[in-house]
């Protein structure tokens, strides 16, 4: 079974002007909202390309119940952990040309000791040997910064297999022997490993350095550039196809999809970096915070090219 973690889930709202303009008031001709927080767009994400997943976190307030009841509706299997706050609301304003955006996020709720408490009893009791688990996004206030890590030991002390994909202390807990595989991406890894990420080199290198941590897998992603993926069998270097960008905003996340969806179906590693790299470039293309479509990905998936080191 696949499932998705996400501690901090929020409504996005996109609001769409003809040009980014600081200081002065700017007019919306549209605007879009979705559900999602890291870990929610995954599970988005698989349920688009038709595989399950139980999405599980925590929700609050009126904000929760119109994420709960928007999952339910993408029949997306939730069991969240119900929360006293309310979750927080994501904003993004986007130019007419697609090419400049400013996002800000929500810090979220503060969530109590028996919030998370309950959380981490429902995810033990769900666990089971060779379950996939994503674990993804910030921590909300209340959490300690090592949630990831206690998480990722009774997940694997259980048999699972945990993929992580978040930033800052709660990856450097995060990365340790018993972690399957860590996505960052390049700004994120270069503030792992305190070394700038301008070329495919300096990725291979922090790729290196955060193996040196015991985590099993590493794919560091860049954006238009692609993404590689390091490990003992090997290295691998994913070449994106050039696309019209329209939003990358919550592409990251569709590459975690893509990978959960190659490792669910037994893939080689450059198979699963290639649907990593290929459902990224379909969100990317496509408006909004999405996925993308299923026949997007699978056209794109021909176009990526997979580069052995």
């Not at 919306?28 to 349920?47: D, F, T």
């Not at 340790?176 to 595989?181: E, G, I, R």
């Not at 198979?271 to 459902?279: D, K, P």
């Amino acid at each position: 079974m696949i499932y998705t973690v996400t501690l901090n889930p929020a409504i996005d709202r996109e609001l769409q002007v003809a040009k980014l303009e600081p200081h002065r008031v700017m007019h919306a001709h549209s605007s879009q909202m979705s559900y999602g927080g890291k870990g929610i767009n995954v599970s988005r994400g698989l349920a688009a390309i038709g595989a399950k997943s139980i999405a599980l976190g925590f929700v609050g307030g009126s904000t929760g119940e119109m994420l709960t009841q928007e999952m339910a509706n993408l029949d997306v299997l939730t069991d969240f952990v119900r929360i006293s706050g309310e979750i927080r609301t994501n904003f993004s304003i986007v130019d007419k040309t697609r090419t400049q955006f400013i996002k800000v996020n929500e810090p979220g709720p503060k969530i109590h000791a028996q919030e998370c408490h309950q959380l981490i009893t429902k995810m033990r009791r769900l666990a089971r040997p060779g379950d996939l688990w994503a674990l993804c996004g910030s921590i909300p206030p209340g959490i300690p910064d090592s949630i990831y890590a206690d998480i990722i030991q009774e997940i694997q002390s259980l048999g699972g297999k945990t993929l992580l994909d978040t930033s800052g202390p709660a990856l450097t807990h995060g990365c340790n022997p018993n972690l399957f595989l860590v996505k960052p991406n390049a700004s994120e890894a270069s503030a792992f490993t305190g070394s700038k990420i301008d070329s495919t080199e300096d990725a291979l290198n922090a790729a290196s350095a955060i193996l040196q941590t015991g985590v099993k897998h590493v794919i560091i992603t860049q954006g238009r550039k692609g993404a590689l993926l390091s490990n003992q069998a090997g290295t691998w270097i994913a070449v994106a196809p050039s696309i019209t960008k329209r939003n990358d905003v919550g592409a990251g996340d569709a590459v975690m999809t893509g990978i959960m969806y190659g490792l669910s179906c037994d893939l080689s590693w450059p198979e699963i970096l290639r649907w990593g790299v290929a459902c990224g470039t379909a969100a990317a293309s496509t408006e909004g915070t999405t996925i993308g479509s299923f026949t997007l990905a699978k056209q794109i998936l021909s176009n990526v090219k997979i580069n052995t080191c």
